[in-house]
T-cell receptor, first 112, second 113 residues
């Protein structure tokens, strides 16, 4: 089945820094989504992307659907302590398979 | 009242026990899902229900038995589990046909001794 390569696996950054993470696949995806999971909670949808080349922002978060439809990135600007958590990319593959494929997550730690 | 509620939040069981996980959604969705989350691994889809009918079983062992009595409730019955089944089990819901926009519960942390 389809696999997503999410990187980096973990990041340690200073408060106020910008963050970038990405997902790549060998297959084409119709939809890219980014979720955040706080400790002890379920994942929460941050941004959904539906068109190749689409660039969408949600506050300090910006995500893009790659032109090739095989990648996506998420940027967080001016990080704050509450940005700590695990960020997951997810993609809905093209073709008959409708269910999401998830990346293995990026663990973000924001240092004061 | 949160959108998707899971109980219990934590469960410890022996390999010979029978227990159940419960999920309830208050979002008016008609698709519900069970996912397994293990450390450092991608979320693994287990089961999908659309309008109470099971539409996907992702090669899950029979010791996991799902039940969906209506579009708002989903159960996962557990029987003779193995230690490697220890994980966070996440329930999610969505509008049918919109598998991308999943709303997750807080999860049930399962430990099998």
């Amino acid at each position: 089945g389809q696999q997503l390569n999410q990187s980096p696996q973990s990041m340690f950054i200073q408060e106020g820094e910008d963050v970038s993470m990405n997902c790549t696949s060998s297959s084409i995806f119709n939809t890219w989504l980014w979720y955040k999971q706080d400790p002890g909670e379920g994942p929460v949808l941050l941004i959904a992307l539906y068109k190749a080349g689409e660039l969408t922002s949600n506050g300090r978060l910006t995500a893009q659907f790659g032109i090739t439809r095989k990648d996506s990135f998420l940027n967080i600007s001016a990080s704050i302590p509450s940005d700590v958590g695990i960020y997951f990319c997810a993609g809905q593959p093209s073709g008959s398979a409708r269910q999401l494929t998830f990346g293995s997550g990026t663990q973000l730690t924001v240092l004061p | 009242e949160t959108g998707v509620t899971q109980t219990p939040r934590h469960l410890v069981m022996g390999m010979t026990n029978k227990k159940s996980l419960k999920c309830e959604q208050h979002l008016g969705h008609n698709a519900m899902y069970w996912y397994k989350q293990s450390a450092k691994k991608p979320l693994e889809l287990m089961f999908v229900y659309n309008f109470k009918e099971q539409t996907e079983n992702n090669s899950v062992p029979s010791r996991f038995s799902p039940e969906c009595p209506n579009s708002s409730h989903l159960f996962l019955h557990l029987h003779t589990l193995q230690p490697e089944d220890s994980a966070l089990y996440l329930c999610a819901s969505s509008q049918a046909g919109e598998a991308g926009e999943l709303f997750f519960g807080e999860g049930s942390r399962l430990t099998v001794l």
